[in-house]
């Protein structure tokens, strides 16, 4: 698998593919720390090098930080049209 490809997968297709509970791919999706013995078994889960994961896994992050950003930004901007001052 490609880093494109891993980055399009949604949770429950990473479930399939590499047999991980979805539970624990938002653990790290959201920043939690993997030591290497999981890493290494996250890759070869997807068929990528520990290198490649780590990329990726850093790919994804970075995506859904921004996703919650903008997302906080529209709940933020959306609260001020229902205020009446």
């Given at each position: 698998?490609n ?71 529209v ?11």
């Amino acid at each position: 698998m490609n880093i494109g490809e891993f980055l399009e997968m949604s949770l429950d297709e990473l479930e399939s593919v590499s047999g991980i509970e979805k539970t624990r791919w938002c653990k790290y999706f959201n920043g939690g720390l993997m030591n290497e013995r999981n890493i290494y078994r996250f890759a070869a889960s997807v068929e990528m090098t520990a290198g490649e994961f780590l990329d990726a896994l850093n790919q994804k992050r970075k995506s859904l930080r921004a996703l919650k950003m903008k997302n906080v930004e529209v709940i933020s901007g959306s609260q001020h049209l229902f205020t009446t001052d």
